[in-house]
């Protein structure tokens, strides 16, 4: 039973791999809705690598993922052969990290702006749902999910392998409190422009934000800043066990996916933004009197391989003590329980 529930994975992404190769051959036969090259929105091909690619890119696509599927498999089968994980965590970086861009993180976190803008009838210069995840971003998410797929089918395969040891809830502390002094830096630059003051920029550059630009920032700043907080769960009791002022929740469980999840998928789209703020400066696209508006973007990398290293290791800790704190029914941990906790 063990080994069948440890391999749905792998046939998961096995499976995502092969619809996905199918639909690179369709768009290589000619089917509509490739979503690179000219039918994506990318104003001068800077956001996407694979912007300049066209239609028979498909091709491609398709080889790579019958090589994710056949890497997925063999990652099913349970013995001491390290080939798999060569193969499978080079793909899903390549997945996860290198295909989508920065519009993923846009879209992620506007998202809950344009939920409430009706109600307050905001209009937000007409930006709506279709602007925020067009078809191209929405692929990214698509290509996301299986390089997340074929991760954890890898990490499950090294774990039976005993090769998950260098995630210790040592290593995890440290990466939560990097992961939370990292975002502080864009906060404060966007904070300071918020309030008027041209914080490693030019007083032409903070006028072009007076429309209202540099509130949208500050709402992003404060949205980074607010995750930050939520990443200290993942070291804190209250990351485990609900706190007493959570009505009908207090005393219990936190369920561990609830945390997972999401500051996995955060980590990602950090990481893919900054990435790209990396790449454009190589290339040269910014101006170093003007550090404020990209030089913070630049550590998000750091930020985001943090918080994917405190997340694993939350899982992982989770995982070794699937049932937790012992909890009083008035919500209080029991004194033993916690002395044995490493």
């Known amino acids: 039973m063990k080994t069948i529930t440890s ?8 499976l995502w791999a092969l619809a996905y190769g199918l639909l690179g051959s369709a768009w290589a036969l000619g089917l509509p809705g490739f979503p690179w090259g000219a039918s994506d929105p990318d104003p001068d091909g800077a956001l996407s690598i694979l912007a300049g690619t066209t239609p028979r890119f498909g091709w491609w696509i398709a080889a790579f993922s019958l090589i994710t ?3 997925a498999l063999m990652l099913t089968r349970r013995d001491d052969r390290r080939a798999p994980l060569f193969l499978a ?3 899903a970086a390549i997945l996860v990290l290198v295909i989508p861009d920065s519009r993923l ?4 976190a506007y ?3 344009l939920l409430v803008a009706p109600a307050f009838g905001w209009n937000l210069g007409g930006v709506g749902f279709a602007d925020a995840w067009p078809w191209p971003v929405l692929n990214q998410l698509v290509c996301v999910l299986g390089g997340l797929l074929l991760a954890a089918t890898a990490l499950a395969y090294g774990r039976g392998q005993g090769r998950t040891r260098w995630f210790t809830p040592q290593r995890g502390r440290t990466a939560v409190y990097v992961a939370v002094v990292v975002p502080l830096v864009y906060c404060i630059t966007r904070w300071a422009w918020a309030l008027g003051i041209p914080l490693g920029v030019s007083p032409e550059f ?3 934000g007076e429309d209202g630009l540099w509130l949208a920032g500050a709402y992003l700043a404060t949205f980074g800043a607010f995750g930050g907080v939520l990443t200290l769960g993942l070291v804190q009791r209250w990351g485990e066990v609900f706190p007493r002022w959570i009505l009908g929740l207090r005393g219990r469980r936190v369920p561990p996916l609830l945390a997972v999840i999401p500051a996995g998928f955060v ?3 950090i990481t893919v933004a900054g990435l790209s703020y990396i790449r454009w400066t190589i290339a040269g696209r910014f101006s170093m009197a003007e550090w404020g508006a990209w030089l913070p973007e630049c550590f998000w990398p750091i930020w985001g391989a943090a918080l994917a290293t405190a997340t694993v290791s939350y899982h992982l800790r989770r995982k070794d003590d699937p049932n937790g704190p012992a909890v009083h029914h008035k919500g209080e941990p029991k004194a033993e329980s916690l002395k044995s906790r490493p």
Do not use: K, N
């Not at 391999?7 to 992404?13: C, P």
């Not at 993180?105 to 992620?108: D, L, S």
């Open 7 to 14: 391999a749905w994975r792998g046939y998961a992404t096995a």
């Open 69 to 71: 599927a056949v890497t």
């Open 89 to 91: 965590w080079p793909i």
């Open 105 to 108: 993180m846009m879209g992620v």
């Open 111 to 113: 998202t809950p702006l």
């Open 206 to 208: 903070l006028a072009e």
């Open 267 to 269: 980590s990602i789209i």
